[in-house]
């Protein structure tokens, strides 16, 4: 089965940037678009961007443009994103999510949750 | 950007009777539109897509309509496991985006 498995929790300070990793597992990494979606505490659900595993094409969300990074590794089945210049509105659960579907997701990872504070 | 406006905040219904959720989106998204359920402390999980469409192993309570602007999930039978936040999405131009959610309750 699909498995979307993410790394742990990060505390960080203000300033200093975070990597988060997605692992996929039950299909083909390459077939799908990755994307990122964060949710403030309490909060909705925010888009960051997306990325094609194949070719390493992204699409970020303007707010985001010049302070994330989405990355993969085909050989391990992992995606990566970055996220630096870290303020205390970073604070949130950050989960990748993708699916065969033309942009809604069928498969989520756990979630990561990044605290960023001093 | 396209701004999807959920109502209401928050819905309380009894077990058993039908929960009406509706979406509305500040220009037409077509039929792109999907429904998310998060229940506490998990990710969100896709009930509906295409506007219509159940994704597998979703219940035939759920249930979802409209295209253009306006769009509904109803809930036909609520049960308690139906406590959760649900949230809209569009997916018919980038960025996609998510309405704030309607939480629901149980009465």
């Known amino acids: 089965q699909v498995q979307l498995v993410q790394s742990g929790a990060e505390v960080k300070k203000p300033g200093a940037s975070v990597r988060v990793s997605c692992k996929a597992s039950?299909?083909?990494?390459?077939?799908?678009?990755m994307h990122w979606v964060r949710q403030a505490p309490g909060q909705g659900l925010e888009w960051m961007g997306w990325?094609?595993?194949?070719?390493?094409?992204?699409n970020y969300a303007q707010r985001f443009q010049g302070r994330v990074t989405m990355t993969t590794d085909t050989s391990i089945n992992t995606a990566y994103m970055d996220l630096n210049r870290l303020t205390s509105d970073d604070t949130a659960v950050y989960y990748c999510a993708t699916g065969g579907g033309s942009g809604w997701y069928d498969y989520w990872g756990q979630g990561t949750l990044v605290t960023v504070s001093s | 950007e396209i701004v999807m406006t959920q109502s209401p905040g928050t819905l309380s219904v009894s077990p058993g009777e039908r929960a009406t959720l509706s979406c509305r989106a500040s220009q037409s998204v077509s039929s792109k539109l999907a429904w998310y359920q998060q229940k506490p402390g998990q990710a969100p999980r896709v009930l509906i897509y295409?506007?219509?469409t159940r994704a597998p192993g979703i219940p035939a309570r759920f249930s979802g309509s409209g295209s253009g602007t306006e769009f509904t999930l109803i809930i036909s039978s609520l049960q308690s496991e139906d406590l959760a936040v649900y949230y809209c999405q569009q997916y018919n131009n980038w960025p996609c985006s998510f309405g704030q959610g309607t939480k629901l309750e149980i009465k």
């Open positions: 990325i094609v595993p194949v070719n390493g094409d992204t």
């Open positions: 039950g299909y083909t990494f390459t077939a799908y678009y």
């Open positions: 295409g506007a219509s």
